[in-house]
């Protein structure tokens, strides 16, 4: 059976200044696949990521979302390029390592924004949306409360609830659990889990071993801009196909996580 291609990028390249960060990256995502990309800080992971969804725009290469194609090796900008882009970003959401919650709204208020500003949605049909979303997450006793009084991987899953109710076709990840205790860290993994057994296309960022073996679909290894190496998990882990990842998951095994650097986006 085919398919559909979620997310199709060919040949991205991107530099900030003299730095070469892609270097003609290909990926492609099939909806309901769940794609895990790995690799040391610095090889230009996150800059893959914001630039699936054109938070980035590359400087050369193409993107291509559902069938919506931005050619960012053309010259040509305007309001209908900028449109795609807008469309685009409305059928990608992305969770960052880095909390963005609003200080001075309720775990629903953020929710809730995105649908009641972005998608004009009616307040009523966003309270009854977001409180469904927040049950979902395991958080209906905290739509109340703010952003202080919750545990840092309380909000992590409020980030994701206010990704869903955006209702994205794909859900990119930079390493939600990053900045959490593991406990922490195990709450978020579980809400991902339970969105990958839903079906939800994703792309994670992440140096969960365990949680990437379960999970992913199709492990993706990059190193200097490049992805060297696309398997199955079962495969990645246990035979990866090139020196420098088996080097990566030496080092992983041998420090028990992420060597210094590792956790910082690549």
């Known amino acids: 059976m085919t398919r559909t291609v979620a997310i199709d990028a060919r040949g991205l390249h991107k530099r900030f200044g003299e730095l070469e960060v892609l270097r003609s990256v290909d990926l492609t995502v099939h909806s309901g696949e769940v794609v895990v990309i790995m690799g040391p800080s610095g090889s230009g992971k996150t800059t893959l990521l914001r630039c699936l ?25 305007g309001r209908a390029r900028n449109r795609l882009i807008r469309d685009i ?6 969770v960052f390592q880095h909390l963005n919650l609003f200080p001075h709204m309720t775990a ?7 649908p009641i500003s972005v998608r004009r949605l009616p307040r009523s049909y966003a309270v009854e949306a977001g409180e469904r979303l927040l049950a979902h997450v395991g958080l209906a006793d905290k739509r109340d409360e703010y952003p202080a009084r919750l545990s840092g991987g ?9 990704a ?6 794909v859900i990119l990840f930079d390493e939600p659990t990053s900045a959490l205790d593991p406990e922490l860290g195990a709450e978020v ?19 969960e071993i365990a949680f990437a073996r379960e999970v992913a679909d199709r492990v993706a290894f990059m190193d200097a801009g490049y992805i060297l190496e696309e398997q199955r998990p079962n495969v ?10 088996r080097a ?13 650097g590792l956790e910082k986006t690549g």
């Open 154 to 162: 309380q909000k992590q899953r409020v980030a994701i609830a206010r």
């Open 108 to 114: 629903l208020e953020n929710v809730i924004e995105g």
């Open 248 to 260: 990566f998951l030496r080092l992983m095994a041998d420090t028990d996580g992420p060597p210094p």
């Open 236 to 245: 990645f882990f246990n035979n990866p196909a090139t020196p420098r990842a």
């Open 89 to 94: 970003r409305t059928r990608t959401a992305m």
């Open 189 to 207: 993994l579980q809400t991902m889990k339970d969105l990958a057994a839903y079906g939800m296309t994703m792309v994670i960022i992440t140096h």
């Open 164 to 169: 869903l109710a955006m209702e994205p076709e």
């Open 53 to 77: 969804n054109l938070l980035e725009e590359p400087d050369a290469g193409s993107v291509t979302v559902h069938g919506r194609t931005v050619d960012c090796s053309s010259a040509r900008h």
